[in-house]
């Protein structure tokens, strides 16, 4: 009964693939964000979505794009696929209450581009 | 530019002692800092979070403090059990009014609690 689940943990793929990382989650959230953890173990925001809508954007190369088709979705799909995108995707959704808030995260997808 | 730090990237710990991580920032508009967790293949769990207006929150064995003049947040736990070997991760945000805030993350702490 998985809070936040991401698909596939694994991947590994070939230079110059087109790939996609699906993300669901159950809690109802309506706001949901796209992480990447590098080699070097920082965890840097992609994206996050809101009802489906584009919030943020960070400067992320248009390779890699996107879509939420709703609100408990929101998939990543990479095109043109480079050595350095090799990293752990991580979605998370969150919970924002009146004076706080936290995100719940998906266990990661390893992405490792040969 | 690196605005969270952790500039410890491991700590050792004996059971039932105090185990003390530090994070320091450098973004003055920081306002609402938090704590998370991570087991290895698991993604990162929400421990513990402070108000920029509060300078201690302490949930069970979990302690959060907070020197806004310092830029610097701690979290301690004691005592420590050998399940709470995991890497720490600080974070930090500015502003979670909005439809979306930004957590930056710093570059985590792994903890071992021996026996």
């Known amino acids: 009964d998985t809070a936040v689940s991401q698909t596939p943990k694994y991947l590994v793929t070939q230079m110059g693939n087109d790939k996609s990382i699906k993300c669901e989650q159950n809690l109802g959230h309506d706001t949901m964000y796209w992480y990447k953890q590098d080699s070097k173990k920082f965890l840097k925001i992609m994206f996050s979505?809101?009802?489906?809508?584009?919030?943020i954007n960070e400067t992320v190369p248009n390779r890699f794009s996107p879509k939420s088709p709703d609100k408990a979705h929101l998939n990543l799909h990479i095109n043109s696929l480079e050595l350095g995108d090799s990293a752990v995707y991580f979605c998370?959704?969150?919970?924002?209450?009146?004076?706080?808030?936290?995100?719940?995260f998906g266990s990661g997808t390893q992405l490792s581009v040969l | 530019d690196q605005q969270v730090k952790q500039n410890s990237p491991s700590l050792s710990v004996q059971e039932g002692r105090i185990s003390i991580l530090n994070c320091d920032y450098t973004n003055s508009m920081f306002d609402y800092f938090l704590w998370y967790k991570k087991y290895p293949a698991e993604g990162p769990t929400f421990l513990i979070s402070i108000s920029s207006i509060k300078d201690k929150n302490e949930d069970g064995r979990f302690t959060v403090f907070l020197n806004k003049s310092a830029k610097h947040l701690s979290l301690h736990i004691v005592p420590s059990q050998p399940g709470d070997s995991a890497v720490y991760f600080c974070?930090?945000?500015?502003?979670?009014?909005?439809?979306?805030?930004?957590?930056?993350f710093g570059t985590g702490t792994r903890l071992q609690v021996t026996l």
């Open positions: 998370a959704s969150r919970l924002r209450l009146a004076t706080n808030e936290k995100l719940f």
């Open positions: 979505y809101n009802n489906k809508e584009l919030i």
């Open positions: 974070a930090a945000s500015a502003g979670n009014t909005g439809t979306a805030s930004k957590l930056t």
